[in-house]
């Protein structure tokens, strides 16, 4: 019955929009064991809308996808039935370098719109992991974001407004193409982070920075995850502003292509030459205060992008039969806390490599374990240490035998119903994205 709701839909696709917006080759999309009847290729938001219409009124599940790079995140799709494909919504509409806002469509890789904006001497200063094969509509809705959280915030400090098409068809604005204050509820921040269950982002805002003229980094070592955790608040505390405050174990040091060591804090500055040498000087004091030693980033480039990308990929690979990706989040205050909780909880079941943006508190990590058990246990047992300090663990990644068996998000918060609730009120038959989200049914 499914199979032939599909076969009809696509078919009016392939009347409407013509053979060259439908395949039902889908090679590369699938999800585990999920894989779609067809794709579709729209080109404009109504094409989007017009997709999501039919899917609802015929009860099939869509899957939008962009480059691909974090699909795996969030929970096990339950309903995957098309591929909603967006590679061609990936012009900038309108770029006013004056106004430091851009806005685009969600299909453009974020390396594209970097290399456009930097034309200007500006950038979008969000770093998230493979962003050379992230587009703009995965990165919000899955909000994610890197290193530079430090200073200039997080998706949702950074879209100013987005336009969604829904599952019954509408097109909806929220936000404004100005950086100001707005009194109605602010929905832009309702999409980020939303995992494509209210709705398929197809044009979004952004707040744009200029691009420093220098940026310079810093290794701090020779201690404890404690002792450079300290040395990482009193930085935060200081009048020193950090563009990257990141610490790490020694796994994740040597994940990122230094020589393995107790820990280390990686530090950034950014501006013009003299006030980075003056930041520089003053990081540096500070270690020598703390008993740490701190070298210049030679190559400062290949370096950021290190810990850009970590755990997703770094020096040296991995060997483990099953390898798990996470992210949690605890008090800055108890960053270095919560990453050795993680790895003695975990130890018994394999090897973990942790950092942490300690600005904000928020680890993320890889567990290499050697069995698909091992790896399940490993994540429970690091879930349930964070949690014991009023943390969480959610899992980015696992492999294909736990596709659809671990637990992605861990226990369901207390506004859970609510949640479901605004799910109900944007796609009340869940049709995109169908179990992504946590409490997502």
């Known amino acids: 019955m499914k199979r032939d709701a599909a076969l009809r839909v696509a078919k009016t696709l392939l009347d409407t929009l013509g053979s060259d917006r439908v395949a039902t080759e889908t090679a590369g999309y699938g999800l585990g064991p999920g894989k779609p009847a067809f794709v579709v290729f729209p080109r404009t938001a109504a094409e989007v809308a017009r997709v999501l219409a039919l899917a609802t009124e015929e009860g099939l599940g869509v899957v939008p996808w962009g480059g691909g790079a974090h699909q795996a995140a969030g929970g096990c799709v339950n309903r995957y039935d098309l591929a909603l494909d967006l590679r061609h919504l990936n012009r900038i509409l309108a770029y006013e370098p004056a106004d430091m806002t851009v806005t685009t469509e969600a299909g453009v890789r974020l390396v594209e719109l970097q290399r456009r904006l930097g034309d200007h001497g500006q950038f979008w200063p969000l770093d998230p992991p493979l962003a050379e094969q992230a587009t703009l509509g995965g990165v919000v809705a899955a909000n994610l974001s890197g290193p530079l959280r430090c200073r200039y915030g997080a998706v949702r400090d950074l879209v100013l407004g987005v336009c969604v098409a829904h599952a019954d068809g509408t097109i909806t604005k929220a936000g404004a193409r100005v950086v100001k204050n707005a009194t109605a509820y602010d929905l832009t921040k309702l999409y980020a982070g939303s995992y494509g269950t209210l709705g398929v982002l197809v044009e979004a805002t952004l707040r744009l920075q200029p691009r420093p003229a220098v940026e310079q980094g810093w290794w701090l070592t020779g201690a404890t995850i404690e002792q450079c955790h300290d040395a990482a608040m009193r930085m935060l505390g200081s009048h020193l502003a950090a563009t990257r405050v990141e610490l790490l174990d020694e796994r994740g040091v040597e994940r990122c292509g230094r020589p393995a060591a107790a820990a280390a804090l990686a530090l950034s500055f950014a501006g013009v030459k003299e006030a980075v040498e003056d930041q520089g000087h003053g990081a540096e004091k500070l270690a020598k205060d703390l008993g740490l030693r701190a070298a210049v980033v030679t190559d400062p480039t290949p370096a950021f992008r290190a810990l850009q990308d970590f755990p997703w990929r ?43 943006t300690v600005s904000h508190g928020v680890l993320r990590g890889e567990l290499c374990a050697p069995s698909a058990e091992a790896a399940a246990g490993g994540l429970r047992a690091g879930r349930e240490a964070l949690g014991l300090l009023g943390g969480f663990l959610v899992v980015l990644d696992v492999p294909p035998t736990l596709f659809t068996t671990v637990d992605r998000w861990g226990p369901a918060p207390p506004e859970v119903g609510l949640m479901r609730q605004i799910r109900a009120a944007f796609d009340k038959h869940g049709t995109v994205n169908p179990g992504r989200f946590v409490g997502d049914i």
């Open 314 to 356: 770094g020096a040296g690979g991995h060997t483990a039969e099953c390898r798990a990706l996470w992210r949690g989040s605890v008090l800055p205050s108890d960053c270095a806390k919560a990453m050795q909780a993680v790895r003695d909880a975990a130890a018994p079941y394999g090897s973990v490599a942790v950092a942490a």
